[in-house]
């Protein structure tokens, strides 16, 4: 098993920036993909972004050339640079990891609020 433990989450004004980190513990080496999602209240939980073993990454439209995802597997982190913030992306994010089984793992989530 995974277990993941996200940070990083706050309020901030629009336009500002926030990092989240997850932080990776368990079966690591069995990890093929970490990502994020995020859901917003009332709404469903929606995908972010992703990265593979390999450094392929994925953003959803909303977030392409505002937030970048990273990764260190040394440190078992993965982190999301979130910029240019806008009120819309208000929401609990969500960490997950996937492995090459199938098996999936979810953080307890983390809030951003973007506010002024």
């Known amino acids: 098993q995974v277990q993941l433990v996200e940070s990083g989450g706050g309020l901030v004004q629009p336009g500002g920036s926030l990092r989240l980190s997850c932080e990776a513990s368990?079966?690591?080496?069995?990890?093929?993909?970490m990502g994020w999602y995020r859901q917003a209240p009332g709404k469903q939980r929606k995908f972010v972004a992703k990265?593979?073993?390999?450094?392929?990454?994925n953003y959803a439209d909303s977030v392409k050339g505002r937030f970048a995802i990273s990764r260190d597997i040394a440190n078992n982190t993965m982190t999301l640079q979130m910029n240019s913030l806008k009120p819309e992306d208000t929401a609990v994010y969500y960490c997950?990891?996937?492995?090459?089984?199938?098996?999936?793992?979810w953080g307890q989530g983390t809030q951003v609020t973007v506010s002024s």
């Open positions: 990265i593979t073993n390999d450094g392929s990454r």
């Open positions: 997950y990891s996937l492995d090459s089984s199938g098996n999936g793992y």
């Open positions: 368990g079966s690591i080496s069995s990890i093929s993909e």
